[in-house]
């Protein structure tokens, strides 16, 4: 079975500090990973996505993430972070050979100050 | 951007009632998923629906839900006889491709069982 780890429930910053959320998975085969974003009020909306080559994947609005398979993780990163980034943030697997279906950790609320 | 509509946006009903959750799939896409999110709780995997069939559900989809593609545009899940600990946040979502290329989420339909 596939399973998702997120170990900062609430993170709250100041605008302009640099994020990483962290995210590891379980699952004994190759995986598929993503993280997702939900804004306040709004539907789940994909980030970025890992399916396999370069582990440093970049997504939208200026965040990556790295695939790191010796650790099981796939941290989510921002250099800099902005008022706007304030959102719950998911982790999800699917593992190829585990069914179409995601697999989503728990979530992080993100609080960006001004 | 093709969006996946959800309909109502937020229901209300008496435990023992049934309810349907109406989901308007991106046109092209072929997969269909329900997610739930219990408040506070991550968010979980319910369904997948291929070529008029569920293609796999998990262990909370039971014998008191259901789905349907009535009319080949819509998708429903209905909760036969609803219990207090049905209130959660459903998501719909479809993808054009098995899902693990990331799917399209809807933006929900919070439903509360009094």
């Known amino acids: 079975a596939q399973s998702v780890s997120q170990h900062n429930h609430h993170v709250i910053l100041s605008e302009a500090a640099s994020l990483e959320l962290g995210c590891n998975y379980s699952y004994g085969g190759t995986v598929n990973l993503f993280w997702y974003v939900q804004y306040p009020g709004q539907h789940l909306q994909l980030l970025l996505k890992?399916?396999?080559?370069?582990?440093l994947v970049k997504g939208i609005k200026g965040f990556e993430a790295e695939f790191i398979k010796s650790k099981f993780s796939f941290n989510l990163r921002k250099p800099s972070v902005q008022w706007s980034d304030t959102a719950e943030y998911f982790c999800?697997?699917?593992?190829?050979?585990?069914?179409?279906?995601?697999?989503f950790g728990t979530g992080t609320q993100l609080k960006v100050e001004l | 951007e093709p969006e996946v509509t959800q309909t109502p946006s937020h229901q209300v009903t008496q435990m023992g009632q049934e309810v349907i959750l109406r989901c308007v799939p991106i046109s092209n896409h072929l997969y269909f998923y329900w997610y739930r999110q219990i408040l506070g709780q991550k968010v979980e995997f319910l369904v997948s629906?291929?070529?008029?069939?569920?293609?796999?559900k998990s262990e909370i989809f039971d014998d008191q839900f259901s789905v349907e593609r009535p009319d080949g545009s819509n998708f429903t899940l209905k909760i036969r006889s609803t219990k207090l600990e049905d209130s959660a946040m459903y998501f719909c979502a479809s993808s054009a491709v098995r899902g693990n290329y990331g799917y399209t989420f809807g933006s929900g339909t919070r439903l509360t069982v009094v």
């Open positions: 890992y399916f396999s080559g370069d582990p």
């Open positions: 629906f291929y070529n008029n069939e569920i293609s796999e």
């Open positions: 999800a697997v699917n593992g190829k050979g585990g069914g179409n279906k995601l697999t």
